[in-house]
Nanobody, 129 residues
Framework: QLQLVESGGGLVQPGGSLRLSCEAS????????IGWFRQAPGKEREGVSC???????YYEPYVKGRFTISRDTAKNTVYLQLNNPQPEDTGVYYC???????????????????????WGQGTQVTVSR
């Protein structure tokens, strides 16, 4: 049973940087498409960035060029590097994994229509001066 644990959240100033980690246990991550999602107070959960099982990358337009997703199979971990975050990036960041979804964009955009294999508990990111 795949389990995911996020870490690395915290308070960051606008224009700063932060790296989130999504560490998997119970199974290797290679067969899974893994995505980062976020939820701001009072808003719906939304996709941020996803990486498919064959390392295809997808970024939502509102983070493209600022955030970077990567995968370290040796550490069984997926990362999300936040560069130049802005106050509107504040929220709880979650990672999720699924074996049936093999396209990064579908993973990011269709979360409300699927029950993914695993979700982490989330890590809070606050972007403020």
């Amino acid at each position: 049973q795949l389990q995911l644990v996020e870490s690395g959240g915290g308070l960051v100033q606008p224009g700063g940087s932060l790296r989130l980690s999504c560490e998997a246990s119970g199974s290797a991550i290679e067969p899974y498409t893994i995505g980062w999602f976020r939820q701001a107070p009072g808003k719906e959960r939304e996709g941020v960035s996803c990486i498919s099982n064959d390392a295809d990358l997808y970024y939502e337009p509102y983070v493209k060029g600022r955030f970077t997703i990567s995968r370290d199979t040796a550490k069984n971990t997926v990362y999300l590097q936040l560069n130049n975050p802005q106050p509107e990036d504040t929220g709880v960041y979650y990672c999720a994994a699924d074996r049936a979804v093999t396209t990064a964009q579908i993973m990011c955009d269709m979360a409300q229509f699927f029950t993914y294999n695993a979700w982490g508990q989330g890590t809070q990111v606050t972007v403020s001066r």
